[in-house]
């Protein structure tokens, strides 16, 4: 972990919450001494699909101000193909589902493996068939893998849902310049995801203004 302390420090947010039945206000983060930070939010079990928004202020202290953010990423996987019932790659946006029940949502057809996001959690079985919205069939060649990989994904009026899916991982990345207008600290709000959630939030800060040996906090402003 070289890294750690002098490139980056990982700040908790939330520690996990299990049996969610309200909305969940996370820690707020003061970025005074850093330029960027990435946002991840973890899920386990999960209830029901719950909206994720960001609030800023210019205190660590009652953050109610909006803060505007365009994109984020959510956890992906790889599904290698054969025998596609026609050449050209099926569109970015479709979606996928197979003979199994495995479904998903195509980010990139390379032309021998779709890379997708949006799992449902069943896994897709070797040698079924799949068949993408748009109509192209393809032959799985093995179940998903790399289900590590983060998909980027673009946000609509500064929120996205966390999927109703267990284990997923999501991450938003924010510059301390996009805060604007003075304000420099950062919340993250969760809807209701209803019960038996279990949650956990934290951001892993870069861009120190100030080296040492143990960064600077980003607790207090």
Do not use: W
């Amino acid at each position: 972990m070289l890294g750690f302390h002098k490139d980056f420090v990982v700040v908790p947010m939330t520690f996990p919450t299990t049996d969610q039945t309200g909305t969940v206000s996370s820690d707020i983060l003061s970025m005074k001494n850093y330029s960027h930070a990435d946002i991840v939010i973890q899920n386990g079990a999960i209830g029901k699909a719950a909206a994720i928004t960001l609030n800023k202020s210019a205190a660590v202290a009652a953050a109610t101000i909006a803060l505007a953010f365009s994109r984020y990423f959510s956890t992906g996987f790889r599904l290698k193909y054969t025998t596609p019932s026609v050449d050209t790659p099926a569109a970015a946006a479709e979606t996928i589902s197979a003979g199994g029940g495995g479904a998903a949502t195509i980010y990139e057809d390379t032309g021998t493996e779709l890379i997708c996001y949006g799992f449902n959690g069943t896994t897709f079985v070797d040698a079924e068939t799949v068949t993408c919205s748009g109509g192209k069939t393809v032959v799985a060649s093995g179940i998903q893998i790399d289900e590590d990989i983060m998909i980027p994904r673009a946000v609509t009026s500064n929120t996205f849902n966390l999927a109703a899916v267990a284990s997923k991982q999501y991450v938003i990345p924010i510059d301390a310049a996009d805060l604007l207008d003075g304000y420099d600290c950062f919340q993250v709000e969760v809807a209701d995801c209803d019960t038996v959630t279990h949650l956990a939030i934290f951001a892993i800060l870069s861009g120190a203004r100030y080296m040492g040996a143990f960064g600077k906090t980003a607790l207090y402003d």
